[in-house]
């Protein structure tokens, strides 16, 4: 079965030389029609039918704007939604089950939204034809386990609720104080309970529009965990929260499912996902062009197949390379020689006061920041940046810094491509820097954008590239996985990792994901204290000592994946965690 998609936002026929494809198509110059002009619309149509999947035509187009992709036909029948001729197909629905938490773990681009569109009974799937009434759906998906799912929603039988994706919009669409929203949410009597689990006490008084991100993110769970409804959907809780704000939420979304509701949640932060569902389907494909659900997997097995990279079920090989975390013991630890020393530092706006203590770092290693939001991660290294002046303390050395800022602005005029360039054009040719960074963060690709028409995903990969194309000493970088999906974070880890070691270079990296923190830290520093109040930050210490000082801070302990040696939050109150409390271990056993 051969699928041709074409993304008509990048498609430009006037640029390409008056449709290129069109003509460059074999099938075409034979005198037959693979590819035709919709003069009405001015856009090429590729007829599926006719086309033999030669690739030329994906090739030559100078915008990458053609898919052309050989499927299994059995695929055929799975076929739930498509978004119009050479538009975006998608493949199978989750499964939607009472009592349960369905975790979705799959990049941007991919159909999760679609599929969250259709069982919230916003979108008749039209089934890859002109399908526009239930009646059918509910026939096509007939021994399915959604056959009945379906027959509610028909009848109004389904009340759904949704989390939304992007909350920093929350503000644009809702006024008032929190306490009012809530209270307006509150369908089931818990206004109370959720406010002080979410800890929302302090700020019910506040208008939406004063919320920071991480705020609104809790309002917004709150409020969607209030309503009382048949059917959840979370999407990406734990944007703009804390490791233990995030577990929190995680918590309560549990709670939802152990009353009986439905839940479904995209994640991309894979410790969170793991902690949170009772199943995951794996969604793969390619973003913008094609999405397939796999069949629901056990969690455990669901990340791990998603960390190998290869669904062996349906053999199919999504990811050129497998993730695979390293053990303590095969960690080095200050290997390399001392990059530099620096002092002990304090900053105090006041109402806020900062220590931290003064440490080493090595060449080629790179050191974790740990901590809640507000304690001060972002003020101390922009004092390293040289961003913002120490109170007491200075920093003196003639090292060369690279600072990635965890609000990164599009101000730039001009494309990718030359934003990157007048950094450092040679990097942007190198081999290595193409295989290591360039390429598996999907940059040339953006090449031709404009940087102030970004995504917040994109541009966040572009400050990531510009950040680690510098010539420095130190990389320092706040917050890299905010706004990335849980692809391009394992791209960005193993871009960090790689290039550090191989260019003994140091880097700094402030992260709340915690499988990243792991995948690319030799060691930490840990911040605590009271958020907002006062922060304390320790000389960077081993990961073992560490991890198991923030955790035990957090509350929540984490033992290895025997199989791709991913730390795995273990629930709370299990054996597990009763033992590992016991012993203090909160990591590594
Ligand atoms: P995800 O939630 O996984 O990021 P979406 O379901 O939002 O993915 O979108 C999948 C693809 O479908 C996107 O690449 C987008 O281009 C396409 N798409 C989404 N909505 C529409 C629409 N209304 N019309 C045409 N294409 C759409
Ligand atoms: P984190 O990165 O750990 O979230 P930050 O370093 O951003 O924490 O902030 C720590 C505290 O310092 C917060 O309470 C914040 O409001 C406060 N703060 C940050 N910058 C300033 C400033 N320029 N003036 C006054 N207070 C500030
Ligand atoms: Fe030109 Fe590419 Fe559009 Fe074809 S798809 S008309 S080659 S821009
Ligand atoms: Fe024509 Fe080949 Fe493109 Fe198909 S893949 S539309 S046959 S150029």
């Known amino acids: 079965m051969r699928v041709a998609v074409i993304d008509y936002d990048k498609c430009n026929p006037d640029k390409c030389g008056h449709f290129l494809c069109e003509r460059v198509c074999p099938v075409n110059r034979m005198g037959g029609e693979a590819i035709i002009v919709d003069e009405e619309n001015y856009k090429p149509i590729i007829q599926e039918a006719s086309c033999t999947g030669c690739g030329i035509c994906v090739h030559k187009c100078p915008f990458n704007a053609i898919t052309i992709v050989n499927l299994p036909e059995q695929l055929e029948e799975d076929c739930v939604h498509r978004y119009g001729i050479n538009g975006f197909v998608l493949y199978r629905l989750p499964v939607i089950k009472e009592g349960m938490v369905v975790g979705i773990l799959g990049p941007n681009g991919i159909g999760k939204t679609t599929a969250v569109k259709i069982l919230a009974g916003q979108l008749i799937p039209n089934l890859c034809g002109d399908n526009d009434n239930w009646d059918n759906v509910i026939k096509a998906f007939r021994g399915n386990e959604l056959q009945n799912y379906f027959e509610k929603l028909k009848n109004k039988e389904i009340k759904p609720v949704v989390k939304p994706q992007y909350v920093d919009l929350i503000p644009k669409v809702v006024k008032g104080k929190v306490r009012d ?3 307006r949410a509150d369908e089931r009597g818990l206004f109370d309970k959720v406010v002080k689990e979410l800890e929302l006490e302090s700020i019910l008084d506040r208008e939406i529009q004063q919320l920071s991100g991480g705020e609104l993110q809790s309002v917004a769970i709150a409020a969607a965990v ?9 999407d990406e809780p734990s944007s703009y929260l804390d490791i233990r704000q995030r577990l929190k939420a995680a918590r309560l979304i549990r709670r939802l499912a152990e009353e009986g509701k439905s839940v479904l949640a995209v994640e991309h932060d894979l410790a969170v996902l793991d902690y949170l569902s009772d199943i995951i389907h794996v969604v793969y494909g390619k973003p913008g062009a094609y999405g397939i659900f796999s069949m629901p997997k056990g969690t455990r097995v669901g990340i791990n197949i998603f960390l190998d990279g290869y669904l062996p079920d349906e053999n199919v090989r999504f990811r050129p390379y497998e993730i695979r975390f390293t053990k303590l013991s095969e960690r080095k630890s200050q290997a ?3 990059l530099v020393e620096y002092p002990s530092l304090v900053k105090d706006y006041g109402s806020f006061r900062l220590e931290a203590e003064g440490g080493e770092l ?3 290693e790179v050191v974790g920041i740990v901590g809640p939001n507000g304690i001060g991660k972002t003020t101390f290294v922009k004092m390293l940046a040289g961003v913002e002046e120490p109170t007491e303390g200075k920093v003196e050395w003639e090292l060369k810094v690279s600072y990635k800022p965890q609000y990164i602005k599009a101000d730039y005029e001009g494309t990718v491509f030359e934003l990157l360039s007048k950094i450092d054009a040679s990097k942007l040719m190198s081999s290595f820097y193409k295989t290591e960074l360039l390429n598996p963060l999907g940059i ?4 031709d954008r404009p940087v102030n028409e970004l995504s917040g995903g994109e541009l966040q990969r572009v400050a990531i590239t510009a950040c680690l194309l510098r010539d420095a000493d130190l990389y320092l970088l706040d917050e890299p996985s905010a706004y990335l999906d849980v692809e391009q974070r394992l791209a960005v880890s193993r871009a960090i990792r790689h290039l550090m070691e191989k260019n003994e270079k140091t880097a700094l990296v402030v992260e709340h994901d915690v499988l990243m923190i792991d995948y690319i830290s030799d060691r930490l520093i840990v911040f605590e204290g009271e958020p907002g109040k006062f922060g304390k930050a320790t000389k960077p210490m081993g990961m073992r ?15 290895r994946d025997p199989d791709t040696g991913r730390p795995r939050a273990n629930k709370e109150g299990s054996v597990k965690d009763r033992e590992q409390k016991e012993r203090g271990e909160y990591y590594y056993v």
Not at 444 to 447: D, G
């Open 181 to 183: 929203l809530l209270k």
């Open 226 to 234: 209030l309503r009382d409804a048949d059917f959840y959907f979370f």
């Open 336 to 338: 390399g020689d001392v």
């Open 362 to 364: 090595y060449r080629g």
């Open 444 to 447: 040339p690709e953006l090449y």
């Open 545 to 559: 000592e560490g991890m198991n000082r923030f955790l035990a801070s957090v509350g929540i302990t984490f033992r």
